[in-house]
């Protein structure tokens, strides 16, 4: 059974730093693509970053970017999320998700996240 | 960027009632809509992508329907287990992904 599990959440002042963690199981955690989405508390959840399988190119979401730098170590089977420059408003549940693809016709694939982690909650406040 | 609404933001529904949560798009996003299921203190959970595509182990009284803008997601006979916030989310130019606000379905 594939799973994830984060770690490293922690409370943290605005302008610190922090770097969670997420352990893969189960699966062939190189050939999948991994995300990162957020849940500030009562609230929806928000996309934060992606980092592929193949070339491990990163995408980022224009909340995050340029403070937030995704990475995966393919060989330990773990992803991470490096957050610097903390702000109150970076407060959430923070969970891993693998990426599922699905073929959608001729050169057309569906993506969705198909195994998500328990969640690390970061909490940036003074 | 896309834009994501639900309707309506909550509900209230009896046990074996029909349940339906309406999901649009500010453009045309083609089949490329996932429906999540979040119940509290727990991570999402999978239902269907591709608007119709049930996911492996989901049971089939979830249902999904919709292209281009509009989408569905339907309940049929409501199980107490169902009782959640279902989020629908784009994916139609990955990575870049917008998710519903959500839709909260309680007891009636």
């Known amino acids: 059974e594939a799973q994830l599990e984060e770690s490293g959440g922690t409370l943290v002042e605005p302008g610190g730093s922090l770097r969670l963690s997420c352990a893969g199981s189960?699966?062939?955690?190189?050939?999948?693509?991994m995300y990162w989405v957020r849940q500030a508390p009562g609230t929806g959840l928000e996309w934060v970053s992606f980092i592929s399988s193949g070339d491990s190119s990163t995408e980022y979401s224009d909340s995050v970017k340029g403070r937030f730098s995704i990475s995966r170590h393919n060989d330990k089977k773990s992803l991470f999320l490096q957050m610097n420059s903390l702000r109150p408003e970076d407060t959430a549940v923070y969970y891993c998700?693998?990426?599922?693809?699905?073929?959608?016709?001729?050169?057309?694939?569906?993506?969705?996240?198909?195994?998500w982690g328990k969640g690390t909650m970061v909490t940036v406040s003074s | 960027d896309i834009q994501m609404t639900q309707s309506p933001s909550s509900l209230s529904a009896s046990l074996g009632a029909r349940v339906t949560i309406t999901c649009r798009a500010s453009?045309?996003?083609?089949?490329?809509l996932n429906w999540f299921q979040q119940k509290p203190g727990k991570a999402p959970k999978l239902l269907i992508y591709?608007?119709?595509h049930l996911q492996s182990g989901v049971p089939s009284r979830f249902s999904g329907g919709g292209s281009g803008t509009d989408f569905i997601l339907t309940i049929t006979n409501l199980q107490p287990e169902d009782f959640a916030i279902y989020y629908c989310?784009?994916?139609?130019?990955?990575?870049?992904?917008?998710f519903g606000p959500g839709t909260k379905v309680d007891f009636k």
């Open positions: 998700a693998r990426e599922g693809v699905a073929l959608a016709g001729v050169n057309s694939y569906y993506y969705y996240m198909d195994v």
């Open positions: 189960g699966f062939n955690f190189y050939g999948f693509g």
């Open positions: 989310q784009e994916n139609y130019s990955p990575p870049g992904i917008t």
């Open positions: 591709g608007a119709s």
């Open positions: 453009q045309n996003i083609d089949s490329h």
